[in-house]
């Protein structure tokens, strides 16, 4: 089926299978556990929470359609790493990689369990270097990291098809996850197994207590423990509204290429890629061959006064920005120019200042939880926030204790208007992207 280039919608849907929706929530119930979001996070939640406790009744509230957000929005490439995280200390840098591992196995393994297999592909990922000192110092890491055990391969620029490239790294357990096609098995999963998902059915008000109150426009769940799952929407519900900043990322995507075209990609044989930038630029290959291509400018990022997201290519102000991020698409691959865009659509993130993102428990009661500020890298790490919040739950936080997010306190971010002002200064002073650091 057919979709308009600027219905703000991702090509994923039209890769993922056949979806029913979901009843609203209308009139009062009561939950074990209520998860507000339906994106990876939750629905990760949702699913490791309902293996482990088959007994309770674990309700999600999603505000649209499942993989609504970021989760159905994103660049697909499913990757190693928390973003902020340095690779300096070789303990720390172990136990991330074997961590973020973890949550690249379960993309394949959830595929696999609700059905879809296909919606993963572990054919690896690169990094490509754009200036020849950084390519060094980058090959320098893959030895390093070598000896530690970490599988990267390093590219050398002859091997690949990027205008400017010196060179590249790749990781080959990295790959691409089409999210929303997991999203959707993982709801029909979840509904047969006696989890109750509610579509269409924005949570609007919180109550804290020994019983969390939730509150949405026709209905309203109680339940003794509640599950943040909302990323970069969270501040709009009233919580880390100091520490997270929801931000717009622009995206597109080709029509699908013939396989003669993607073998003279010159992808060294993977499927996804990003670059060095600082407003970092970054593609993946769908199943179908289309070419899904996110950032590359400051015009691929974007954040409004109060956060106010996402934006449609055809809102006033935003085409030119699309337009840029097409021209870094047509830069980097000549062979694409006249390959015609068939997507454009937008998605938020959830950025924290030093980048790394928190998952922990809290609230007066003690009886929140909380996955978010992935801060664009966290599609193996939101699918990992279901094992780690499960574990929580279950009061067992020893696994988790050492890792750089658990129960992570975001560094303060200015108040409006002075963090518009603040981020507008920054990104066209220094042509920065907050995304990196
Ligand atoms: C353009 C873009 C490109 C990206 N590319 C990559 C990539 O290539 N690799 C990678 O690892 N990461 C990438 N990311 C980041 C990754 O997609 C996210 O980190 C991850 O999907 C977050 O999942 P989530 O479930 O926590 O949040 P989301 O998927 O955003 O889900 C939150 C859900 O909460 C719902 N919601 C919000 N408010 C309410 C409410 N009041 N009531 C009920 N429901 C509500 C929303 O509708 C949404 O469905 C990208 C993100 C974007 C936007």
């Keep these: ?26 009139g009062p119930a009561r939950a074990d556990v209520t998860i507000v979001g339906g994106g990876l996070t939750g629905l990760s939640t949702a699913y490791h929470l309902v293996e482990r406790f088959p007994e309770r009744r674990i309700a999600v ?31 720390l840098t172990r136990r991330v990689h074997a961590t973020t591992r973890q949550g690249i196995e379960l993309g394949a393994s959830l595929s696999l369990a609700c059905g879809v297999p296909e919606a993963f592909a572990q054919e690896g990922c690169l990094e490509i270097y754009t200036n020849s000192a950084r390519a060094e110092r980058a090959q320098e890491r893959v030895e390093r990291l070598a000896g530690l055990g970490i599988p ?60 969390v109150r939730v509150r949405t426009e ?12 909302t990323n970069g929407y969270t501040p709009a519900l009233g919580y880390f509204r100091w520490g997270l900043l929801p931000m717009q990322a622009r ?15 010159g992808w060294g044989g993977c499927v996804g890629f990003s670059d060095d ?9 769908t199943a179908a061959g289309r070419i899904v291509f996110g950032g590359g400018g400051n015009s691929g990022y974007g954040y409004r006064l109060g956060g106010r997201l996402p934006a449609a290519a055809t809102e006033p102000g935003e085409r030119h920005h699309f337009d840029a991020v097409e021209a870094r698409l047509r830069h980097y691959f000549p062979r694409l120019r006249d390959v015609p865009i068939e997507h454009r ?32 890298h966290g599609l193996a790490l939101a699918l990992l926030a279901g094992r780690v919040l499960t574990d929580l739950y279950a009061g067992d936080h020893a696994p988790w204790r ?32 907050p995304r990196r650091g």
């Design 1 to 26: 089926m057919a979709q308009p280039i600027d219905s703000n919608e991702s090509p994923w849907r039209l890769e993922a299978g056949h979806d029913e929706p979901a009843p609203r929530l209308l």
């Design 277 to 285: 930038l600082d407003r970092i630029a970054y593609g993946c290959r």
């Design 61 to 91: 509230l999603e505000a649209r359609a499942v993989g609504n957000g970021a989760s159905g929005r994103n660049g697909g490439q499913i990757l190693n790493w928390i973003n902020g995280v340095s690779d300096r200390d070789p303990e």
């Design 152 to 211: 990267l391969e390093w590219i050398p620029a002859g091997r690949l098809g990027f205008a400017g490239a010196c060179g590249a790294s790749a990781d080959p357990l990295a790959g691409r996850l089409n999210a929303l096609a997991l999203l959707r098995a993982m709801k029909r999963n979840l509904l047969g197994r006696g989890v109750a998902i509610h579509e269409h059915s924005p949570v609007e008000r919180i109550e804290e207590g020994r019983q």
């Design 251 to 265: 995206v597109l995507a080709t029509r699908p290429l013939d396989a003669e075209s993607v073998a003279q990609l």
């Design 345 to 376: 659509w937008s998605g938020v993130l959830g950025i924290t200042l030093d980048r790394v993102c928190s998952m922990g428990i809290g609230g007066e009661h003690g009886n929140v939880l909380h996955a978010l500020g992935y801060s664009g």
């Design 218 to 229: 026709r209905g309203e769940i109680r339940s003794s423990t509640l599950v943040l799952a």
């Design 402 to 433: 050492d890792l750089p997010f658990y129960q992570r306190r975001f560094r303060p971010l200015p108040p409006e208007p002075l963090r518009w002002a603040g981020y507008q200064a920054y990104t066209r002073l220094t042509g920065r992207s």
